[in-house]
């Protein structure tokens, strides 16, 4: 079973842009959907955006425009370019296979922190 390690979180101020990395342990080659989700304080898990293994994205309203999710199968690294941050993106983000969110089974990184100061 594939291990996710996030990292490239930390503090910004409203406006200003982070870049996280999902390096994988293994190969995504053939995990057809990666995600990025996050968990805001006191709330539950939520999805993010999504990518096929054909660099397909897909995206919640909330981020569309401002958010960039891609995949480099040959390094097994899931990226989340995030611009434009605003105060409601804090959170802890995690990347995980689709099927692991949707299922509610399987394991989950640390994830990484991201707070967005007004």
């Known amino acids: 079973q594939v291990q996710l390690v996030e990292s490239g979180g930390g503090l910004v101020q409203a406006g200003g842009s982070l870049r996280l990395s999902c390096a994988a342990s293994?190969?995504?080659?053939?995990?057809?959907?990666m995600g990025w989700y996050r968990q805001a304080p006191g709330k539950q898990r939520e999805l993010v955006a999504t990518?096929?293994?054909?660099?397909?994205?897909n995206y919640v309203d909330s981020v569309k425009g401002r958010f960039t999710i891609s995949r480099d199968n040959a390094k097994n690294t899931v990226y989340l370019q995030m611009n434009s941050l605003k105060p409601e993106d804090t959170g802890v983000y995690y990347c995980?296979?689709?099927?692991?969110?949707?299922?509610?089974?399987?394991?989950w990184g640390q994830g990484t922190q991201v707070a967005v100061s007004s």
């Open positions: 990518i096929t293994s054909g660099g397909r994205p």
């Open positions: 293994g190969s995504i080659r053939s995990i057809n959907v």
């Open positions: 995980n296979t689709a099927e692991r969110y949707f299922s509610g089974k399987g394991s």
